[in-house]
């Protein structure tokens, strides 16, 4: 798919990315081409955002629990009493095993309750990682076309 301007403004809170974007000239480049443009330049979280938008459903949650797997690891290390993120990240699990309604529920109450917590462990090393993963998901997105 080559992304167009028009594609990063349907998205919520794009506006920066727009701009880089346009002062890069990646209109209508292939999205994996766009993705390494923005690792060589070292915009991680802009990626880390584009990637997730590529993404199905499915994908977008396997992608948040490869991402979330190693900072809940260390943030449970200095809170050992918060267990809100691994529970996010449980019931996540339990919907990609069994996805219903339940377990959708289950997932989103959790992961409301996660976001903020989670989010302050990660760090760049895990936010590569995470990249390289949504990259891999594309990758196989493409070859079942």
């Not at 691994?86 to 109450?109: D, G, I, S, T, Y």
């Amino acid at each position: 798919m080559k992304i167009t301007k028009e594609w990063l403004a349907e998205k919520e809170d794009s506006e920066n990315i727009i701009e880089y974007f346009l002062d890069k000239n990646l209109e209508n480049i292939e999205e994996l081409e766009v993705i390494d443009t923005l690792i060589k330049d070292n915009k991680l979280r802009y990626a880390n955002w584009f990637i997730p938008h590529l993404l199905t459903h499915r994908e977008q949650v396997q992608y948040a629990v490869f991402a979330a797997t190693p900072a809940v690891d260390i943030f449970e290390k200095y809170n050992k009493k918060e267990k809100a993120p691994r529970k996010a990240l449980e019931a996540a699990k339990n919907w990609l095993e069994n996805p219903n309604e339940e377990n959708r529920n289950a997932c989103k109450v959790a992961a409301e309750a996660a976001v903020e917590t989670a989010a302050a462990a990660t760090g760049a090393d895990a936010l590569i990682k995470t990249i390289n993963h949504g990259i891999k998901l594309l990758k196989q997105q493409k070859n079942e076309e």
